[in-house]
């Protein structure tokens, strides 16, 4: 069974940073790329970042480019999303998601509230 538990939400104020984990079981975890997804109060869900198998490549949403990390440890099956600078409009549940193929696996998000 897959699972992605992610962490590291809160609440911060703007300006702040916080980073988000999120490990991954019962998959080849250098085999899937991952990403960080939000989906904010009456919007739809956003791709915030992507990072391929070893990290060779990353993508930002342009929100969060020059603000956002997003880095992988294969050795410890986690993905990571630093975010620095952090706005009030990042305000959103956070999920992390796997991806490889025709598999597709998400977490259960956590919460993350910037406060002006």
């Known amino acids: 069974q897959v699972t992605l538990v992610e962490s590291g939400g809160g609440l911060v104020q703007a300006g702040e940073s916080l980073r988000l984990s999120c490990a991954a079981s019962?998959?080849?975890?250098?085999?899937?790329?991952m990403s960080w997804y939000r989906r904010a109060p009456g919007k739809e869900r956003e791709l915030v970042a992507h990072i391929s198998t070893y990290g060779s490549t990353t993508n930002y949403a342009d929100s969060v480019k020059g603000r956002f990390t997003i880095s992988r440890d294969n050795a410890k099956n986690t993905v990571y999303l630093q975010m620095n600078s952090l706005k009030p409009e990042d305000t959103a549940v956070y999920f992390c998601?796997?991806?490889?193929?025709?598999?597709?696996?998400w977490g259960q998000g956590t919460q993350v509230t910037v406060s002006s």
């Open positions: 019962g998959l080849t975890f250098s085999t899937y790329a």
């Open positions: 998601n796997s991806r490889r193929a025709n598999y597709d696996y």
